[in-house]
Structure formats: C-alpha cells, structure tokens
C-alpha cells in the first residue's frame, strides 16, 4: 500500500436546497418531501400524530355516502408508448387510485398544460384515448382546465387528472386493516410499463414487442370485492415498483412483509432487460398491477377470481405479512438466504457494469 | 431466463456449499475483487450459506467507489458549463463530490445525461455540433474498450465537439496494494471475470506467484461465485497459489486480443489516485499524447482542480477489505444512500450499498415516526 494513502470521505451533502429529480422518483426523497413538507403544513401537527396512514386516496364522508377523492399528474416522456400513451395513463391511474379504496370511480376532472407550438393532431390523439378509456373504465370527465405555457418552459403536455369515487356501504380496505397472517397477492407479472417506456426512450431493443401494462383496475378490484371484509388492503403498483408499494404499506400498518422470489412473477423480456441494465424488476414502474393483502381464508378465492379476470394477467400469491420486523420488506431467494428489499432514496440508476 | 436461470439453481448451489463445508478445516479469507460479485453475493445471501471457517472480504472493484474526488470535482466543473453536455453512466450522478453531486449541477441547469454506452454520446456530439458533448469514462478495464472506440471514431470522424474525462483504472495493480499493505488479511482472490474476458489471466500468474496467494478467475452468477471460492478454498488446503479459470464459458486465456488492440491504441498506463486507498503507481489509463486533444480535463481547463478528502469515513478501511461496512459507526446513521458519506454507499455495487439495501433491518421505532 502506498505510503501517503489516507482514510478518504467526501464532506456529506447534508440537505438538498433546491428540489431534485429524486424527490419525484418514488423513493425514500419523495416520502420526506410528502412527509415533512406537504403533510406537516397541509394537515397540521395536532392532528398528524393521529392522522391515518396515507392512501393512493383519501375517502371522505359526505352526509352519509362514503367520496374516495384522489388527483394525479402525468409528464411521461415519451407521449405515445407501445401499450398507451399519456392520455390512457392520465384516465388508468386516477381510476386505480380510486379502486384501491374500494370505490367506484365516477367522476374525473382533466387539467392540461400544453406547451406552445404543441401539434393539434397528437392532442387529438391523446383526448379520445382518454375518452375511450374512461367510457371503459365507467367513469365521465366532467370538469377540466387549460393553460399553455410558452415554448421551452414545459414538455409538450403535462395532464393532471382528480377524481371521485362512491365507497359501497360496507367496503373498507385501507392499510390500517393489515394484520399479520395476511396472504399477499400480485394480478401480474411486474416491470412492463417501465422497461417498455425506457426501451422507446433510450433506443434499447429487446427480443420480442413490450408494451406496457397501463390498464384500468377498477373492473378487477369490484369483482375482488366479493370476498367482503376479507380483501384487507389493495396498492396499484406505480413508481418504484412492488418495493416502494409494500414498504409504504408495511410502515403504514407496521407490520412485517415476508415475500418469495420464486412466486413473484416477471416476464422473461422483462427480467433480461433488467440483468442487462443492472435494474431490479421489484423497482420498476407498473401503470396496470396492483398488490393486494387478504386474509388468509379468503386468498385463494381471491387468486380465483383473478385469475378469470382480464385485466389480471398471471396472478399470484407472493408472500405473507408478519408480526416481526414492523416496516420492512424481506425477500426470501431461491438459494434459501433473504434479503432485504428496502425503499430506494431515488429513481433506480442503471449501473456501469 | 435463458442463460441466467441454470446459473442460479438452488440445488446445484447447496451441492457447491456442501462441497465447500467438506473441503475447507481453518479459516480462510477470501476477497472478491469486483462490486458486481459483492452485490451478487449480497442480493443472493451468498455469504449465508458457506460454512463459518470462510470470511468473504469485499474488494475496491467497484469503479463508481474508487473514482477520486477530484476527479469529480473536475466532473461538475465541467457539467456546470453551459455549452456542455455532460454524458454518464448512471450510477455516477449521486456520488458526492467536495460540495455537490452531478445530480445538483443538472438541477441548477447543467445539461447532465444518463447514457448506457459511450457511443451514445458520440452520437449526441454528431446530433449537437455547437455543444460540446464530454463522456465520463469511467471503469475498469472492462469499460475501457468501448471508451476507447468512441474517442478512435471521433478522431476517425473528425468530430471536434466530442471528449472524455478519463477515470480509468485496473485490476492487477490494485491486487498488489492489497498484497503489500501491512495489515492484509487476503488469502485467495476471486478475480473479476468481466476484466479478464476482456484483458485475458496472463497479469495474474506473477502475482498469484509473487505473493503466493491463489487467483480464481470467477464469474458473477451464485453458481459462478460459489465455484470460484470452492476452487479457491481447494487451492488454500492444498497449498497451492495458481491462476485459475472459473468463468471459462466467457474467458480465455489471452482475453479478447481486438478489444486489447483498441485500448492500447488510445491508452496507455499512468498512475492514478483510487478514493480510499491513494496513488497507486501504474495502476490506471490516461489517453495517449495523440489522442490528448479528446482529453476533457485539458479541454476545459480543470487539470489545476484537487481536492483533499477529509477523513469521516472508513471507505479505505472498507475499500481494502479491513472492516465491513455495519462495522462502521456512521453506517445506516449518519450515512445512507440518500446521504453518503463515502461512495461505497452510493453505487449499487458498492459494499455499503449492498449491505444497507440488503442487510439492514430498519429500526423497530422508525415505522412509528412517519
């Protein structure tokens, strides 16, 4: 070893004083960002101590009927993707916030930022997806907006989207009702809109067409509805993947999650692209998936009913939630170790090598 | 998946454990050289299931970790330039430098790209002739062919708008620092198959030798890494210190002789500073004098900046295989991912990483702070 080697440590970047891409990325950034900032001020800190876990949407009552109310915003890049484009996303992810608390999707608001110079014909395009989508799905835009902002100061169009839903009497699935023992489901194989949207973004080419798996899960969350008080707690898949989706959850309920990487399915385009781009498919993003936490009694009429569903492509039971180690993820692997699958504190880099 | 799933078999794994627990009767400590076998060795519970006499000690082969801080430095100084587009692999834009990292310069405008091979950013350079399009070559030997193709073509091609700051450094040299600090711990290398594949085992043989110490030329697979310390083991209790060659299905013996052509065309062997360790002599690439005008450090004038690196953490110790990474006091703490201390905890491959993603148990009582 040389002489003059020293004990070497970049100074640490303590905070960040102006917003990275990172604090958008799903990751531990985004949760601090929503935690410390949004929800602090938004909600007060009397009440934060006793507020309930956070949800994909919130259901509020409204003298006597049950409004599950959520908003979402789209600026994927590119617009138009192999299995969508923006306008079907805008519709699908609104929606499935709404499932996931077990509502019936009813109304959407539609608010577009379009950048000047912005053709016509693709906004065209982009409108009757989202009509089309919405008549599929049962929903009606009925209130929306538009601003357009000058060359360069936006990218081609950015789409917010708000909607209602109507809580049947009797439904409450939230993460609040999480308890160990629940068997822990997937209603497909994970990774396709992520690795679809980076192989039209970065030119990559795969063996075989991949398209994304952007889909509407309200159908598929309405006839999972008939096991009643048994389906426990539903989370549609998005950024960050099945990770980021079950360590929210496992916080929120503190408990345990105990999953096998065997029973976990991807496809094989899916999984090569990952090896290749030194990605893990647990963390790449899903716009059609969703997990679901049932009780064990109820879990494989559950798996039944999915698998006679179309929007369910290859569903499984993937695990189970446990009383030990509140809040974290554990992976059980094929050579019989575990690991842990932890929150990532940004969007997954692909590596050098 | 083809060509992945036969090299993860859980039954063939346990017969390469159980074969390991037979043949080994004293402690060994082994090192992995490359971040990828460590990540493997981690994601895969590796470690778990050999038999305690065997320490794996994690090796500096994970280039994001070892690329200097003034290096970086440099790097930001460059991407902060408006009329440059500044190319990296991904992995590098969260790696601290002295006060900010890649990511911050794109936040405050800098034109920072991800890119997944060199030539993207040659092309980028042909698409944006007023910019000046800068690739951070970083890596081993394994990233150097490519690297070294680009800035041939631009040359070829006479693009002008194209250069690379080069951080490149090599395996063989870095084995022999370990071998010659004073408080080496290293009985038996896996080596990096990927370097090899590339460089060829000839590099080995003096120093399996010289040091006496067992080389296993080893792939990243489980299989591939339990076979490589199960050879590795057999040469230890046997008392034999050879090059041996694991990973044969990709490496032969003298490499990939075009891929060596092409580096020696553009490359040639300096010495260079490794973050953790110090200069280590003869241990990198820097661009041959003819090839200088693609040199970005000249370029734009950051040859000048250095950067001393204070001393928080232990990624030296780490690096050099003499601490794990829990056994550090600011580990999981004070240094995160988010918030790293040293580059072993920014790169996915490295061995900080790699045990907080896939080793630490969040504390009982963070859940109830959220």
């Not at chain 2, 936040?107 to 920072?112: A, F, I, K, Q, T």
Request: one cysteine or more; aromatic letters at 6%.
């Amino acid at each position: 070893m040389p002489e003059d080697f020293n004990l070497s440590c970049p100074i640490p970047i303590d905070r960040h004083d102006t917003i990275q891409m990172a604090h958008g990325g799903g990751g531990r950034l985004m949760q601090r960002l929503i935690d410390d900032l949004f929800v602090a001020v938004f909600s007060g800190t009397a009440e934060r101590k006793t507020r309930s876990p956070l949800h994909d949407s919130t259901v509020l009552d409204a003298g006597g009927a049950r409004l599950a109310f959520t908003t979402d915003t789209f600026v994927v890049n590119p617009l138009f993707f192999p299995g969508g484009d923006i306008g079907k996303l805008a519709v699908c992810g609104t929606v499935n916030d709404l499932a996931m608390s077990g509502a019936d999707p009813k109304w959407l608001s539609a608010g577009f930022i379009l950048e000047e110079g912005f053709p016509i014909e693709a906004l065209q395009r982009i409108v009757q997806s989202m009509q089309k989508t919405a008549e599929s799905a049962g929903v009606r835009i009925v209130t929306g907006d538009t601003k357009v902002v000058d060359r360069g100061k936006g990218d081609g169009l950015f789409i917010n989207t708000a909607g209602i839903g109507l809580v049947p009497d009797g439904i409450d699935i939230s993460p609040a009702r999480v308890q160990p023992g629940d068997v822990v489901l997937v209603s497909g194989d994970l990774g396709r809109h992520g690795i679809a949207i980076m192989s039209v973004r970065e030119g990559l080419q795969f063996e075989g067409a991949l398209e994304s798996d952007c889909d509407s899960l309200c159908e598929l969350v309405a006839a999972m509805r008939r096991v009643g008080a048994h389906l426990h707690c539903l989370r549609d898949l998005t950024r960050g993947g099945l990770a980021a989706a079950l360590n929210e959850i496992a916080g929120a309920a503190r408990v345990g999650v105990e999953l096998e990487e065997a029973a976990i399915p991807v496809a094989p385009q899916v999984a090569g692209a990952c090896e290749m781009l030194g990605l893990d498919p647990f963390y790449v993003a899903n716009e059609g998936r969703l997990v679901a936490m049932v009780a064990a009694e109820a879990a494989e009429t559950i798996l039944q009913i999915m698998n006679g569903h179309q929007a369910a492509h290859g569903p499984a039971i993937i695990g189970r939630i446990t009383g030990d180690h509140a809040g974290c993820v554990e992976l059980k692997g094929g050579l019989g170790g575990s690991r842990i699958l932890d929150l990532l504190s940004g969007e997954q880099m692909p590596r050098i090598c | 998946m083809k060509y992945v799933d036969e090299y993860r078999d859980p039954q063939r794994a346990r017969q390469l454990a159980d074969s390991i627990r037979r043949t080994v009767t004293r402690p060994w400590q082994i090192m992995e050289v490359c971040g990828g076998q460590t990540h493997s060795i981690l994601r895969f519970a590796i470690d778990e299931s050999l038999p305690p006499e065997i320490t794996l000690i994690h090796g500096p082969g994970c280039p994001v970790c070892v690329t200097p801080i003034e290096i970086l430095d440099k790097a930001l100084a460059i991407a902060a330039r408006p009329e440059v587009i500044f190319c990296s692999f991904g992995d590098m834009l969260r790696v601290p430098g002295s006060e900010k990292d890649l990511f911050t310069v794109k936040s405050e405008g800098g034109d920072v790209r991800v890119v997944y091979s060199p030539m993207d950013a040659l092309t980028l350079a042909r698409k944006n002739p007023e910019r000046e399009v800068v690739f951070f070559a970083v890596g081993f030997e394994t990233t150097a062919p490519a690297n070294a193709m680009a800035v041939a073509q631009a040359a070829r091609l006479g693009i002008k708008n194209f250069s690379i700051l080069v951080s490149h450094v090599l395996v063989p040299p870095a084995i022999e620092a370990i071998m010659t600090s004073p408080d080496c711990r290293v009985q038996g290398f896996l080596a990096a198959g990927h370097v090899c594949a590339v460089m060829g085992m000839g590099e080995y043989e003096p120093l399996a030798k010289k040091y006496r110490v067992p080389i296993v030329v080893t792939g990243f697979e489980p299989l591939d890494i339990l076979h490589g310390i199960e050879m590795c083991v057999r040469q230890l209790e046997e008392g034999r210190a050879e090059v041996e060659n694991q990973y044969a299905r990709s490496v032969r013996p003298e490499g990939n002789p075009a891929a060596i052509r092409q580096v020696c065309e553009v490359f040639e062997v300096s010495s260079r500073k490794w973050r953790g360790i110090g200069e280590i002599p003869r241990s990198g690439f820097q661009l041959r004098s003819e090839y200088e005008p693609f040199d970005a450090a000249r370029r734009f004038g950051v040859d000048q900046i250095t950067a001393d690196e204070p001393a928080e953490c232990i990624a030296g110790l780490v690096l050099q295989g003499q601490k794990k990474p829990h056994e550090c006091p600011a580990f999981g703490l004070r240094c995160t991912p988010e918030r790293p201390l040293g580059a072993p905890m920014v790169s996915s491959e490295g061995a900080c990483a790699a045990y907080y993603r896939y080793r630490r148990r969040r504390p009982e009582g963070e859940a109830d702070e959220r």
